[in-house]
């Protein structure tokens, strides 16, 4: 006997993205269990690690004249089948290449023997309904082989979706498929910030051929709907997420000298953890896992030059040196191990730039890498520690075991800056690949499906937020 499976994802791990983009991502979307629909297992082909499903994405239908609703089926379809491309857990018929199949009405009339000549395994079909003003987005995975033909192996409506933002619709639900048909946590629903010069402020107080302002803006993890969140025409650079996707911390000269702020993207005051000053300078933020803490770079040991690693509460309260006694050096660019137990920086201790690892707390520092130049190390979930790699050919994306125990740097892509997916799968970075500095992913480890995900202006400091729920 199978089992269609009912999904739950709590309105929390929603309103993680409502909050923050109150004009683009829709309050209450939620899936819920359709009730008429037949309860089946799911079919072993879709859960089986070794295998990737072959899918297929009809034309979803629409039951309402609201006009645009066709357009909005349309778009749920297509971003629903690039969320699954992106995770490689299906393989994807191209909407191009399934054109020319007629759309059916009923599991019963899907033209299988059609869908089987493209290798599908499944198909993918879809409803969108007119209710009260918003949407109820109806999908249903069909199998199209053999015997099992007509079986519906997933199904879910999506109730609360808006006519104004598809797009979160059709990532929640591929989100869902990753997790439940393939126990995956996927990453549609996340976002990227980062610096752009792409609106040519010129700075404030300094005539305009002295530079471009920056700032940071947010997009999905694909590119879109990107959105500027500083308002000033500074510097600012190096944003760095909480835990939660509610905090943005970043880097910002709109003082005249570097400090770090931290929004929470609701609109309220932003504030300054580190209580810089004139001569108290204060960059590259890291909010620690727990959400209370925050290590930075900063100069406040007095020495012209040189740099530590200090830690913080978010109020700015317990500020402690976890550098210290190393004043005849400069050390940056923290970053937290997951669980919050250690902290990966750079340091020029030993000569060039290297990545270190050390406890919270500052104690046992230890070299990790014996390359030529390294910098903005990241730290993933599956256990390595990402980094640029300066060699004289160029930047490169490498990455190493935390433990230090592997000292040949493994190469991952041309590029430099990395920040890892929450998922730990993909790599965001920047690369000239375009002539321009732009944002693109590659997956990890093959350092496959290279997307250019930024083509405006000049973009840097990429930073990938945590999956929707805290996943």
């Known amino acids: 006997m199978f089992r269609s499976i009912a999904l739950v994802v709590g309105v929390g791990s929603i309103s993680l ?111 969108v309904r007119e209710v009260a003003g918003k949407l109820d987005v109806e999908v249903r995975l069909i199998n199209v082989k053999g015997s099992a033909a007509g079986r519906q192996d997933f199904g879910q409506v999506y109730g609360g979706c808006t006519p104004a933002s598809p797009r979160f619709c059709a990532h929640s639900i591929a989100d869902d498929m990753h997790d439940r048909l393939r126990n995956l946590k996927g990453v549609a629903r996340t976002r990227i910030a980062f610096s752009s010069d792409r609106d040519q402020d010129p700075l404030e107080g300094r005539a305009a051929v002295e530079g471009l302002g920056k700032a940071i803006f947010l997009m999905d993890y694909d590119g879109a709907l990107p959105r500027r969140i500083t308002p000033n025409k500074a510097i600012n650079i190096a944003a760095a997420w909480g835990p939660d996707g509610r905090a943005l911390a970043y880097s910002s000269y709109v003082s005249g000298m570097p400090d770090l702020y931290m929004t929470l993207l609701d609109g309220r005051p932003l504030t300054r953890p580190a209580r810089g000053t004139k001569d108290i300078h204060n960059w ?79 104690t046992q520092a230890r070299r990790i890498t014996f390359a030529e130049k390294c910098d903005r190390p990241t730290w993933s979930v599956l256990n390595f520690i990402a980094y640029t790699l300066e060699r004289p050919t160029g930047k490169v994306i490498a990455f190493a075991d935390p433990s230090g125990s592997d000292p040949v740097p493994r190469i991952l892509t041309a590029g430099e800056q990395p920040a890892v997916s929450p998922n730990g799968r993909h790599v965001a970075f920047v690369t000239t690949r375009g002539g321009q500095r732009q944002i693109a992913t590659v997956d990890y480890p093959t350092g496959n499906h290279i997307r250019l995900v930024t083509t405006a202006g000049n973009n840097t400091y990429p930073n990938w937020s945590p999956t929707p729920g805290g996943r």
């Open 284 to 362: 590259n933020p890291a909010i620690a896992p727990d959400g209370k803490r925050i290590a930075f770079t900063t100069n406040r040991t007095g020495l012209p030059g040189y740099y530590d690693i200090w830690v913080a509460n978010l109020d700015g309260s317990d500020a402690r040196n976890l550098t210290p006694g190393t004043d005849k050096w400069s050390e940056g660019a923290p970053t937290w191990s997951p669980n919050g137990a250690q902290i990966a920086f750079t340091s020029d201790r030993t000569g060039s730039n290297q990545i270190f690892v050390m406890n919270a707390d500052g």
């Open 17 to 127: 993205l409502v909050w923050a983009t109150p004009d683009a991502a829709p309050a209450g979307v939620f899936p819920r269990q359709d009730p008429q629909k037949p309860q089946t297992e799911v079919s072993a082909t879709l859960n089986n690690p070794g295998s990737h499903p072959k899918v297929g994405i009809q034309s979803f239908s629409v039951v309402g004249a609201s006009a645009g609703l066709r357009d909005i089926a349309e778009t749920l379809a297509d971003v629903i089948a690039a969320d699954l491309e992106f995770e490689q857990e299906f393989y994807v018929i191209s909407r191009k290449a399934s054109a020319g199949v007629p759309p059916a009405a009923t599991p019963q009339s899907l033209p299988v023997s059609q869908w089987n000549e493209l290798g599908a395994d499944f198909v993918l079909m879809g409803t």
